[in-house]
DNA sequence: CGGATTCAATACACATGTGTATGGTGGTAA
DNA sequence: TTACCACCATACACATGTGTATTGAATCCG
């Protein structure tokens, strides 16, 4: 415990010294609460009850703070999905895991859903951010197509049920995100799109596709 | 035109003086550009052309802004969703219709669907956007399961089905958003979603909901 | 014409934010 | 002990933001 560690597993508790891990955390919290405009040095380093001397020690700037979140958020997000599927068991579920990752266990991991739905927001109208968001949406599209591909071999239908399926879960964030959402509707809704992938199976959405019926849906501009 | 005329119609062009709604629409495009933290006050005014003097005579303060701007996005919506189905056509063409103006009318409408997304994004930390975001949501919901009911008596099922379809675009609206979502998906999506509707119609949806299966996805926390 | 009203420019006080330069403190090693 | 280094505090310069008070220029109206 003397010698060289490779500073992996060391919390605040411990060694009173910050590391970059510890302000990062701390960032995750203001993002929570009010998103990245909210990732303010000041308001951090009160929360960490240092001042901003010690922030400009472990980061070079504001930015550089961004990005480091952003490179972690990725990494951990494509970690968990490797961590999914350990071994071949069957696809309900493995649906249901898939759901409980995305959609949040009940209740808890609000906080994951949140952070996801700020990256997602600053991914809008920033570069890095929306690489990040992309991979992760390509990474996580993707392995719902590779599980459906197991029950049938039919890599266009499996493409596209995934997608449904993963927009589908996105959407369910956001909506129920804000206090229109209760956790029953959110509950039902896991059930009804786990219900939509075990009863098509990839083999589906014979749909009818001709575009038709011209809309007379102006309205209004946006705002 | 020269007496009492409801301030409705004028323009930025004809007339010099600003009103109230340019204002509004100024903002709008700095939401668009980067959400509502990026309405600030000294921003827009330079966008119109004058200081910030001409702000505080149209607005009591910056809040009134914010709070102007949602009262007329929810106004706004909900008059929209209220200028669909001006007759009883069919379902296919009204589903059409529908996921026309909440997916985007190909392309176009990026601004009204960037607008949504901010709006959402603020409902988060905001208690007045939150109320407006919920309402429309749900008069959009009722608007779907309304529709959905003319085919079949099944209330449960209307809904849960409106509620699956209205999720499935709003998310593919914020999957979409970002680089990774290119037209072509999107308009693959639309035809899956709407596919999903006219196939199972209203009464579907007969999944099997059991809870079961343990998952052993922790993964890091948030970040 | 003259006064009231509408809309906008300017000036001021204040708060908050960033980044840098510099100084201080405790632990470690020669 | 002394020198060094990791970590943090403090002080400064500057930019940007809000809100208010005051002044100014058109415009409407009696």
Redesign the interface.
């Known amino acids: 415990m003397t010698t060289a560690q490779g500073d992996g597993g060391r919390r605040r508790s411990e060694r009173e010294q910050l590391s970059r891990d510890d302000w ?2 701390a ?2 919290g203001l ?5 990245f ?1 909210a990732v303010r040095i000041l308001p951090l380093a009160r929360r960490l009850g240092v001042s901003r001397g010690s922030f400009y020690w472990h980061f070079r700037d504001h930015q550089d703070l961004v990005s480091s ?1 952003l490179q ?2 990725q990494q ?1 997000r494509m ?2 999905l490797e ?2 599927t ?1 071994a071949g068991d069957d696809l ?2 493995e649906t ?2 898939i759901l ?2 995305l959609l949040g ?1 009940s209740g808890r ?1 609000v ?2 859903m ?2 996801e ?2 990256v ?2 600053l ?3 920033d570069d890095e951010a ?2 990040a ?2 991979a992760v ?2 990474a996580r599209i993707r392995h719902n197509q590779n599980l459906l591909l197991r029950s049938a071999d039919d890599p266009e239908g499996a493409r ?1 049920l995934s ?2 399926l ?15 959402g209760d956790e029953a ?1 959110l509950a ?2 896991e ?6 992938v ?2 098509d199976g990839p083999a589906a ?5 001709e575009e ?2 011209p ?3 102006e ?5």
Chains 1, 2 share one sequence.
């Open positions: 990062l955390d960032a995750a993002i929570v609460e009010g998103g405009d979140f972690r958020w951990r970690a968990e961590l999914l350990p309900r579920a249901h895991r409980r990752l266990e991991s906080r994951r949140r952070v739905l700020a997602r927001d991914a809008r109208r929306a690489r968001v992309a949406d390509e596209d997608l449904l993963y927009v589908a879960t996105i959407g369910a964030q956001l909506v129920m995100a804000g206090p229109a509707t039902r809704l059930r009804l799109i786990a219900g939509l075990s009863r959405l014979q749909w009818c596709g038709g019926a809309d007379g849906t309205g209004y501009g946006d705002g």
